[in-house]
């Protein structure tokens, strides 16, 4: 079974900085790509940084220029790194692996985190 550990949330004031990481255990062959979604109270989920096992990374508009998404691809750990939070980064983050193949059972699936809160005070 894999399981995603997340850590790094916390309350920060606005135009500050956090790093989230997220770990994935468990017998994992591979990870295709792993991303950080969030979801604010009353709002969809919607995908801020992802980063393919090659190192191509995808980001959200509004987060372009102050997050930065990485990944250890052999500790199948990824970061991301906020800076110049704002009040609207207020969310629960929650980690996203897909494509992850596995040895125990071997199969290949997509695994989320628990989510961690993130809260930018004005």
């Known amino acids: 079974q894999v399981q995603l550990v997340e850590s790094g949330g916390g309350l920060v004031q606005a135009g500050g900085s956090l790093i989230l990481s997220c770990a994935a255990s468990g017998t994992i062959f591979s990870i295709d790509a792993m991303g950080w979604h969030r979801q604010a109270p009353g709002k969809q989920r919607e995908l801020v940084a992802s980063i393919t096992n090659g190192g191509t990374t995808n980001y959200l508009d509004s987060v372009k220029g102050r997050f930065t998404i990485s990944r250890d691809n052999a500790k199948n750990t990824v970061y991301l790194q906020m800076t110049s939070l704002k009040p609207e980064d207020t969310a629960v983050y929650y980690c996203?692996?897909?494509?992850?193949?596995?040895?125990?059972?071997?199969?290949?699936?997509?695994?989320w985190g628990q989510g961690t809160q993130v809260t930018v005070s004005s």
């Open positions: 996203n692996a897909m494509g992850v193949l596995t040895h125990t059972p071997l199969a290949k699936k997509d695994y």
